[in-house]
């Protein structure tokens, strides 16, 4: 079962429950997925890595929205932000800590050769694919600065 209909699922059981804030961030999913294949691209269904970044980019949105709400002293819509997130989130794959990404990274640094920071595109480009859905981008590129530097 793909996750476009794991999440279609699970609405039918939000809505029955009456789960108001699961229900909203649910469809906003539903709603992102749906964008994605009527767009340009025209496919009938979604690659999993693809559903996996859509996922990974609402639940930015909504952490930075709540970041922003938390600032302006608003913090019922603070609240709502970070519950719809947790609720998006726990439909990625567990995500690594930083011990772990770091291994990772310093095991592609070995293998490319790479030294300095001129080298941080090409380990980046590696890394983010192998970590695709299991590690924040600003987190990998966080330790792979560190550890060309």
Not at 22 to 28: E, F, N
Not at 81 to 106: H, N, R, W
Request: hydrophobic share 40%; no cysteine; proline share 1%.
């Amino acid at each position: 079962m793909s996750l476009f209909e794991t999440i279609n699922n699970d609405i039918k059981k939000a809505m029955l429950a009456k789960e108001k804030i699961r229900l909203t961030a649910l469809r906003s999913v539903k709603s992102a997925f749906l964008l994605e294949k009527t767009s340009k691209s025209g496919m009938d269904e979604i690659p999993a890595d693809v559903e996996l970044k859509i996922i990974q980019k609402l639940v930015k949105q909504r952490k930075e929205t709540a970041e922003i709400y938390k600032a302006n002293n608003r913090n019922d819509l603070y609240e709502n932000e970070i519950a719809e997130a947790d609720i998006i989130e726990s439909y990625l794959p567990k995500q690594l800590s930083e011990g772990e990404i770091t291994g990772i990274v310093k095991s592609i640094i070995e293998k490319e050769g790479a030294s300095s920071m001129k080298d941080m595109g090409k380990v980046m480009g590696m890394t983010t694919k192998e970590l695709a859905g299991k590690a924040d981008g600003k987190a990998i590129s966080d330790i792979v600065k560190k550890l060309l530097s």
